[in-house]
């Protein structure tokens, strides 16, 4: 294992993927791309360049030890951002890069971001004793930057290598970096992308506070660190310091977004909701973003008095407008633990949002309506779907006619058949079925036979369960012509 030697000075920077992290900074040097092809940059950019794509494939073909010999034979002189477009193709090729790195060298200076990159691509290949070769070499040339360190801090992290990471932050100063809090935040911030290592990150900040103020980042990185571990009660004590340290500010709305979440997954939702009504005292309240991911937690959880309760938060104390699908999200979730109540409430709401109900939204109610029996409500609410042409699905109309027939209320049965033989071209087979079956538990032979006839001559399927009852029922009451004539149809079909 190689440790960063303590004569080493050092300075500080952010690599692509600590910058990702780091709620307000851009890092200067790009993720290194899976598979690099001359055809694709770091950046994503489409490399024309001929030359570049000539240095490419020197690189990517050539041994390493004959890379040097190729290039001075190939007769290509290389410019700077040929060199920052070809390093950016070779963290697969480390060893080739070094040899171009020091070829192209011979011709030109680098640049502050090649440098960078030559100590990233080192660093991601775990070859430490020659990325601190090049940061060496940085300092005489006066390129060391937050970038290099950063780079630094990432590389020892991404190999489990955490007390090297420390140590380099500890050296880095006397390489003309000061440590202070914008580097603290790249070490914290590559730490806690580590799985399993905010104990680590804990450690650290403990250790520097005293001697470097934490900002609003600080507080962001780890929060966001204990939300990813879900650990609770670190993420409250985390966010109580942050609030006597740096104070409220609507600015840091990610820190706060982390810690609710945290406290919503961690199954103290009613916890995220005092600390809401807190927050909205400090004009805090987060946006739209938080209430959705949050939302979607209590939905997964079936937590529907909580969600209710974000809810409220959301669009009357912070004034938000939620989407068609968050709308039928919680009107799925109401409805199914049985408050409709509220689902009522939240559909008659909606165009205050701005948000029309769809087919979604009203099928969800029908079909708690049917599910919980409540025929009278589920006939009224099937007569408004059909006012505001929002078509039940043919799975509700089956459904609610049996529980019509269930309820004796045959009447509605027969209006959602004729629905169903009016709107869809071919009428769905579940729906009949369910029909007949429900004439024939009334023992209404005649109404059966008559809508028989008809199905029949709408090509309608029976099921032989379906035709079995049938039989039954007809034979029982003394009317076998009448079964027969049904039977012999159905044999033509």
């Not at 005092?274 to 937690?297: E, Y």
């Amino acid at each position: 294992m190689v440790e960063p030697k303590p004569e080493l000075a050092r300075s500080h920077t952010y690599t692509a993927a600590s910058a990702a992290a780091m709620p307000h900074q851009r890092s200067p040097i790009p993720e290194p791309p899976l598979l690099a092809t001359p055809s694709s940059s770091a950046s994503g950019l489409a490399v024309k360049d001929s030359r570049v794509c000539a240095f490419y494939e020197i690189l990517s073909r050539v041994p390493p030890a004959e890379v040097e010999s190729v290039l001075s034979r190939c007769g290509i002189t290389p410019l700077p951002e040929h060199v920052d477009v070809v390093l950016r193709l070779c963290y697969a090729f480390p060893a080739a890069a070094v040899k171009f790195f020091r070829w192209s060298g011979l011709s030109l200076k680098h640049t502050h971001y090649a440098w960078n990159l030559m100590v990233d691509i080192l660093g991601k290949n775990r070859m430490f004793e020659p990325m601190w070769d090049a940061i060496r070499s940085m300092k005489q040339e006066g390129a060391l930057s937050i970038a290099t360190f950063a780079s630094a801090f990432g590389s020892y992290c991404a190999a489990g290598l955490i007390k090297e990471a420390v140590m380099t932050f500890d050296v880095m100063d006397r390489y003309g970096i000061p440590q202070d809090v914008v580097v603290v935040n790249s070490l914290l911030s590559a730490i806690c992308r580590e799985d399993g290592r905010m104990a680590d990150a804990a450690d650290f900040f403990d250790r520097v506070k005293a001697t470097v103020a934490p900002d609003a980042d600080t507080f962001a990185i780890l929060l966001e660190g204990w939300e990813k571990e879900g650990n609770v009660t670190r993420a409250k004590n985390t966010f109580g310091e942050m609030v006597i340290r740096v104070g409220w500010n609507a600015k840091n709305m990610s820190a706060y977004d982390a810690f609710l979440i945290t406290l919503v997954r961690g199954s103290q939702p009613d916890e995220a909701v005092k600390f809401l009504k807190v927050m909205k005292g400090k004009n805090c309240l987060p946006g739209l973003k938080f209430f959705g991911n949050a939302l979607h937690i209590l939905i997964q959880q079936n937590d529907h008095v909580h969600a209710l309760a974000l809810w409220n938060i959301m669009v009357t104390d912070s004034g938000l407008i939620p989407s068609l699908s968050m709308c039928n999200s919680m009107i799925t979730l109401l409805c199914n633990n049985g408050n409709l109540d509220a689902a009522y409430r939240l559909l008659d709401e909606m165009p205050y949002y701005g948000v029309f109900p769809d087919p979604l939204t009203y099928n969800t109610i029908f079909d708690c309506l049917i599910r919980n029996k409540r025929a009278r409500e589920a006939e009224s609410f099937f007569t408004e779907m059909r006012k505001n042409e929002q078509l039940p699905s043919p799975k509700n109309c089956a459904a609610a006619i049996r529980m019509f027939f269930d309820q004796y209320n045959p009447s509605a049965a027969v209006e959602v058949w004729g629905f169903v033989t009016e709107v869809f071209v071919s009428p769905d087979n579940e729906c009949a079925n369910e029909l007949l079956l429900g004439f024939r538990e009334l023992g209404r032979l005649s109404e059966l036979r008559r809508y028989a006839d008809e199905m029949l001559d709408r090509g309608v399927e029976l099921r032989a369960s379906t035709v079995e009852k049938l039989k039954t029922a007809f034979y029982k009451a003394g009317r076998q012509d009448a079964y027969d004539r049904i039977l012999r149809r159905l044999k033509q079909h």
